[in-house]
């Protein structure tokens, strides 16, 4: 079976392609972007919080943003390797927090 991936469209009009886990995968130590979601119906998200990483395996139970994160009732994290340097993934994460209402990202 295919991994599931959801599309998140930036202010920019970039789309960007996500693969979508339940929270509390694992993953390996490379460098991404990632986006805290509610599933809202059946295939369909609301982001709660958008992030970047250079080591996507750091454990996301300790996330500085849990708290708020558990409490917007996030249910998935989506993620994906951006190998581009943390210039590439700080304008990614940029560009989705201008364009989406996130309750968690300051």
Known sequence: MAQQTCKWTGFSGTEYEYYIYEIGQTF????????????????????????????????FDSHHKMPCIRRAGATHIHAHKNSGGQAARLAEERDLIRAWNTPCND
């Open 28 to 59: 390996d130590a490379v460098p991404g972007n990632y986006i805290f979601a509610r599933e809202t119906s059946p295939n369909r998200f609301s982001p709660i919080y958008i992030g970047q990483t250079g080591d996507l395996s750091e454990r």
